[in-house]
């Protein structure tokens, strides 16, 4: 009982949401679940860059790359090898995951402005080998008719699927950041030099953190393009690269949720902005300006700082002579 | 090479770019000794510990521990193979709590930092307490370690290297900060694991009542070269450190 109670304690704030999300279809018009399908992709792809913004302390302008290889891989083989759509999702995984660990071995070299530079630059790279290679990924104009099966193919049902995909998925990278490597990434991201000399190597635990990133970015992806029943090379770009960025600062990069609630506020945003003028970016970018000028830790830095999770106040034992001066 | 000697440095240098920094410095410490460096601000005594631990590159000359070659290896390596150090600017993880901050340091020495998906908070509870209590930090463990009095810091940095459970401990002046009482806690705690454990201490200090009062060693640099070496009453008695650093009132 005990147990239970401190489990609900701990959870309550994502076991609210679940049952929002559970319960939201019946009581929104299918337009808007669409809407809802989009923001737990899009929160998946912003959780998973988290894990190298908000954990590792790096900015990765690039994760869009590892999206869209997970969004192609899926879509290539469900249009020209008829795979059914829950195969293909590990194999996105394993496939962004390559691709993952291929470019960031170069990434997890650099630090600061220059990693985030080299990521876009390779993120640049798969988005020109997807836009050139026409005989494969269909070059500038995509690749259509990627049908979700018959049992997926209306918005509720595909709502459920991406709910439990992505429910599933964001319990692992929870797993993941309450680990002993979760731990070793805040570490690495609170100071590298001190983790070198506790005898981490590391670059080498960098560039895993940026191989789970990747798959899950690619688990996104690839539930993208039977969302959208098609995939253009846009998904690969740095623009879309900036999207999970927008959200992790949105919603708090220092908090788990933080980047799904960022997802939340983005895309209902453009959903809601897009009805009324074309110039949605003109309102992100405000958006943005605002929650950088006035909320630097997002939604949940606000939270916090207001006192809703209890702030530590400085503590001494007593014995230093600064805090004897006190008294 | 003597099997009791644990790190030798032979000839070892450290330029930047013109400025020489360390000069041809031969260097042994023997297994179980606690020996400080002394000298000046700027005689080379942090760089001197940078050039073991990895942290420069070394200019010129070699670095050995254990007999082994260890000269410009890999930090984490280096820590790896029995070395670590305590900075002299306390270099902590200010985010994560007093506790977090062992308990990284112990999961880490127990190469279990790999592990993605038990939850670390079960993990070296025990140890992580007993360090937190032998170094004096039990009370704080809950605390944002970048909130610390800067005396604290200091004992979150030695528990972070004693985690390690290293062979040879560097302490880059270990009680810069603490109150008097607090050095005295601090060195006699490092006095004990030299004494009950075996470990190698190599420590810099500027207090007078430290070096004399813990070190049986005592070794001078001065710009950049050793000038001095030997027990504290022969450090005392050299005309040469007397000039570079001791002054005529000790």
């Not at chain 1, 997926?152 to 699927?161: G, I, K």
């Not at chain 2, 062979?167 to 270990?174: F, G, Q, R």
């Amino acid at each position: 009982m005990e147990r239970k109670k401190s489990f609900i304690k701990r959870y309550w704030l994502p076991l609210v949401l679940f049952i929002i999300a559970l319960l939201l279809p019946a009581l929104i018009p299918s337009f808007w679940v669409h809407v809802f399908t989009e923001i737990l992709i899009l929160g998946l792809f912003a959780i998973a860059f988290n894990l190298i913004f908000g954990y590792m302390g790096q900015l990765s302008f690039g994760q869009a790359a590892y999206y869209g290889i997970g969004a192609y891989t899926t879509g290539l083989l469900m249009v020209k090898a008829n795979w059914p759509l829950i195969a293909t999702l590990p194999v996105s995984m394993i496939t962004a995951g390559i691709g993952a660990l291929i470019l960031g071995f170069f990434c997890v070299r650099l630090r600061g402005v220059y990693f985030s530079i080299l990521t876009i630059a390779f993120g640049q790279l798969v988005f020109f080998i997807i836009f050139q290679w026409y005989s494969f990924t269909g070059g500038d104009n995509g690749l259509q008719g990627i049908n979700p099966p018959d049992w997926l193919f209306s918005a509720v049902p595909y709502y459920y699927f991406t709910l439990i995909v992505v429910t599933i998925a964001s319990i692992i990278i929870y797993f993941i950041t309450e680990s002993p490597f979760g731990y070793t990434m805040r570490a690495i991201r609170d100071n590298t030099e001190r983790t070198e000399f506790i005898g981490i190597n590391v670059q080498r635990y960098m560039l895993i953190n940026f191989i789970i990133s990747g798959m899950f970015c690619g688990l996104a992806g690839a539930l993208w393009g039977p969302f959208n029943r098609s995939v253009a090379p846009d998904l690969c770009g740095w623009q879309h690269s900036g999207t999970p960025v927008f959200m992790a600062v949105m919603g708090g990069p220092h908090h788990f949720l933080g980047p799904m609630i960022g997802s939340v506020i983005f895309t209902f945003l453009n959903a809601f902005v897009t009805g009324f003028t074309e110039y949605w970016p003109l309102v992100s970018g405000i958006v943005i300006i605002f929650v950088v000028m006035l909320m630097p830790g997002g939604v949940f830095g606000v939270i916090k700082e207001k006192g809703y999770f209890k702030a530590k106040e400085p503590v001494s034992n007593g014995t230093n002579p600064v805090d004897k001066g006190r008294d | 090479m003597n099997n009791s000697v644990i790190l030798k440095t032979e000839h070892l240098s450290k330029s930047f770019f013109k400025y020489q920094v360390l000069t041809d410095v031969n260097y042994e410490l023997k297994k179980g000794e606690i020996a400080a460096i002394i000298g000046p601000n700027g005689a080379g005594k942090t760089t001197f510990f940078n050039l073991i631990t990895g942290y420069h590159t070394v200019s010129g000359g070699h670095v050995f521990f254990r007999g082994q070659e260890i000269t410009n290896w890999q930090r984490h390596k280096i820590a790896r193979i029995g070395i670590t150090r305590a900075f002299q600017i306390s270099n902590i993880y200010p985010k994560l709590t007093t506790y977090e901050n062992v308990r990284q340091s112990i999961l880490a020495q127990q190469k279990r930092t790999l592990n993605l998906l038990t939850p670390a908070e079960k993990m070296a509870k025990q140890e992580t307490l007993e360090l937190l209590e032998v170094t004096g930090l039990a009370n704080l463990k809950d605390t944002e370690a970048g909130i610390l009095s800067q005396g604290d810091k200091k004992k979150l940095e030695l528990a972070l290297a004693l985690a390690c459970k290293p062979a040879l401990l560097l302490l880059d002046e270990p009680t810069a900060g603490m109150s008097s009482e607090e050095t005295h806690e601090t060195m006699e705690l490092v006095k004990r694991l030299n004494k009950e454990v075996g470990l190698t201490i190599l420590f810099t200090e500027h207090d007078i009542s430290v070096i004399f009062g813990y070190a049986e060693k005592l070794s001078v640099l001065h710009q950049g070269i050793l000038v001095a070496e030997g027990t504290p009453e022969e450090v005392r008695q050299n005309k040469e450190a007397q000039a570079c650093y001791l002054g005529e009132e000790i």
